[in-house]
């Protein structure tokens, strides 16, 4: 049997451990947050090494990759720095494949419902975050608005075009690197806070889409009819989505036992299986996405 283990800077609230079977194989997955603990993540990074056969690095990413350039996150890097046998990944490989896929089952599933209610507009609350799924909205033809700014930084600046996003990550990703991650994502008891804000953006958007804390972060209280595009939800996600009235969720990857798991535990899950030893390219990850029939999964609420 397997066993691949997303050790994250997240919430121990939102821990789960769930056994499912890939191509045939047995696998183990399991995620253990430290509450935002850094010295208690990298000693459970220690500790593990050489026992399990694939790691996620959940609740922080190690690098940004923007338009094909990887922008460190130099705050994130020592947690895994003695890790010296177990390959490691925070998810970058399926955000740029499986999450790619996103709009286009967004538009085979739910298009008339998009037309019907506003139309092709995405809500994307910070870009260079998944790049994969920014790039599916714009060429699957959305309009979109990116929170970079406001998400990260706290500016109430829009930006409107891919153009202009990938212009400001080459200018600030080098710089923003090497802030202390806290400063750019919740972490820990901060990622069950929630201020709202942004309030018109939200509303005008179709889709609201991107990783699923920072939507929640400044989610307003009443926002009916509208679509949700993210990755990780547990039941105490969908509640609060269907409480301020969100009509779908998709998720980008599978819900397994009642809640989807991020891109880092599902990548960490595939390269177990895959038995390389290694990260696997996107070439590996595309062909297991489509042997295994992975896609994006569809919630009403």
């Known amino acids: ?33 430290t509450d935002g603990d850094r010295e208690k993540a990298a000693q459970l990074f220690r500790e593990l090494d050489g026992k399990v056969d694939a790691f ?43 999450e790619y896929r996103v709009a286009f089952f967004i538009d085979e599933h739910l298009g008339d419902y998009v037309r019907e209610h506003g139309g092709k507009k995405a809500f994307i609350t910070v870009g260079v975050d998944r790049w994969g799924m920014t790039k599916s909205f714009v060429d699957a033809g959305y309009e979109t608005i990116f929170g970079d700014f406001m998400f990260g930084l706290g500016l109430p600046i829009p930006v409107r075009s891919l153009r202009t996003l990938k212009l400001l990550a080459r200018i600030m990703l080098p710089i923003v690197g090497r802030f202390p991650f806290e400063w750019l994502y919740p972490t820990g008891a901060k990622q069950e806070q929630r201020i709202p804000k942004w309030e018109k953006y939200y509303r005008w958007a179709t889709v609201i889409a991107g990783d699923c804390h920072y939507i929640k972060r400044h989610l307003p209280d009443h926002l009916p009819g509208k679509i949700i595009a993210t990755n ?10 269907r409480r301020v009235g969100i009509k779908y969720v998709v998720t980008t990857t599978p819900r397994l036992d009642g809640r989807s798991f991020g891109t880092n535990m599902m990548e960490a899950a595939l390269i177990a299986v895959a038995g390389k030893g290694r990260r696997l390219t996107t070439e590996e990850l595309n062909a297991l996405i489509d042997q295994l029939g992975l896609e994006p999964q569809l919630l009403e609420l």
């Open 1 to 33: 049997m397997k066993r691949a283990v997303s050790i994250s800077l997240g919430s121990s609230k939102r821990d789960k451990r769930v056994e499912l079977e890939l191509l045939g194989e047995k696998v183990v997955i399991e995620r253990i947050g």
């Open 56 to 98: 996620g690095v959940g609740g922080a990413d190690l690098a940004a990759v923007v338009d094909g350039r990887e922008y460190p996150l130099y705050s994130v890097l020592p947690l895994v720095k003695d890790v010296k046998h177990t390959p490691y990944t925070d998810g970058a490989g399926l955000k740029n494949t499986l």
């Open 232 to 241: 990780t939800t547990t039941p105490e996600d969908i509640e609060l989505f």
